[in-house]
């Protein structure tokens, strides 16, 4: 009996607030995103595309669609990691993002790899 192929990447992410590129007083918020991808299922697969939702704390969403990520689609075998870093601005000191990523297994299966929502926040802003 031949294993059943396992489509699956699982997604961390960690935040960091950039005081030295933000500027409150004119509503400008910088956060930095470190995300980590790693391969968990047993069939290597490409990522394609990336699709984000970004929202402020006045409820505006940015939503951003693009091809690979910080100008790389790569190619992950079972149990590979990628990781790269990225960043984005707010009009306000806290919000969130949350989305996924397309991926294509090696055999042509498409796929998705979901990013769970996670904050962004100015310190002591959140308690």
């Avoid at 699956?8 to 910088?30: F, K």
Wanted: aromatic residues 8%; hydrophobic residues 35%; proline residues 6%.
């Amino acid at each position: 009996m031949a294993e059943s192929k396992k489509y699956e990447v699982s997604v961390t992410v960690e935040t960091q607030y950039l005081a030295d590129q933000s500027d409150p007083q004119d509503g400008r918020y910088v956060f930095a995103y470190h995300v980590g991808i790693l391969n968990t299922g047993n069939i290597a697969a490409q990522l394609i595309s990336r699709h984000w939702l970004i929202r402020d704390a006045e409820s505006h969403v940015q939503e951003v669609r693009g091809l690979g990520v910080v100008g790389h689609q790569p190619l992950l075998k079972p149990g590979e990691r990628f990781e790269y870093t990225s960043g984005c601005v707010l009009t306000t000191p806290v919000g969130t993002m949350r989305g996924s990523y397309q991926m294509v297994a090696e055999d042509g299966t498409p796929f998705e790899a979901p990013i769970t929502e996670f904050t962004l926040a100015m310190p002591r802003v959140l308690h």
